[in-house]
């Protein structure tokens, strides 16, 4: 079974600094995929970026990148120069292998402020 | 691309009464879509996986015969809440899959704020 875990239930940052938003995982697959979603007060999931358990490298999509230690089994996001815009619920998930469903953490919200 | 809808986006029904929601992937053709249920502050539980021309795989927990799943098309699922209660009230999000980069990627639909009185 797979297992995610997000620690952080509110992050507050001042807007256009960096933030880190944890999350560690847990299964005994040997492949897996990771992803993180942000979910802004409208309801919506937005699809933000994708780790695969064998990639080499850490996965980058603009200003979101995650931190990727699978020793450690943890998956952090970080996003750059934040935003008024950035805040919101933000979600890591996994999927196992094999699997088609997504597991999801707790969450966390992010307050960027001016 | 990869745009899924959900119809309607909020709804109010009375106690006993069946509810009926859509999710429809516009841009692409799904084979697999999720439903998943969200209280307030809380994450996504998944409460169902649709297979085109299948039944649908519910979770332990998820009644069946309560919350009703039709997969009829490539690109149009269906969630019915049938004799809602007000315990039923909930945040109802779908979410469709595709093949993209080699790897299979979720898109969510915007929701359904679903409250029974």
């Known amino acids: 079974a797979q297992k995610i875990t997000q620690t952080q239930p509110g992050m507050f940052v001042q807007e256009k600094e960096a933030v880190t938003l944890d999350c560690t995982y847990d299964t005994s697959d040997p492949s897996y995929g990771l992803f993180w979603y942000k979910q802004p007060s409208s309801g919506e999931m937005i699809f933000l970026i994708y780790?695969?358990?064998?990639?080499?490298q850490n996965a980058t999509e603009g200003r979101y990148s995650l931190n990727f230690q699978k020793a450690r089994k943890s998956a952090n996001l970080v996003i750059s120069a934040s935003q008024l815009g950035d805040s919101a619920m933000y979600f890591c998930?996994?999927?196992?292998?094999?699997?088609?469903?997504?597991?999801f953490g707790q969450g966390t919200r992010l307050t960027i402020n001016p | 691309g990869a745009v899924v809808s959900q119809h309607p986006s909020w709804v109010i029904c009375k106690s006993g009464t069946s509810v009926k929601i859509e999710c429809r992937s516009l841009d692409f053709q799904a084979t697999t879509m999720f439903w998943y249920r969200q209280f307030p502050k809380q994450s996504l539980m998944l409460m169902a996986t649709s297979n085109e021309g299948s039944k649908a795989t519910y979770e332990q927990g998820v009644e069946k015969d309560k919350f009703l799943i039709n997969h009829a098309s490539l690109t149009l699922s269906t969630l019915t809440v049938t004799s809602a209660h007000p315990e039923d009230s909930s945040f109802y999000i779908c979410?469709?899959?595709?093949?993209?980069?080699?790897?299979?990627?979720?898109?969510f639909g915007p929701g359904t704020r679903l409250t029974v009185t």
């Open positions: 780790q695969g358990s064998y990639d080499q």
């Open positions: 979410s469709a899959e595709v093949l993209a980069g080699g790897t299979y990627e979720q898109y």
């Open positions: 998930a996994m999927r196992g292998q094999g699997a088609q469903k997504l597991v």
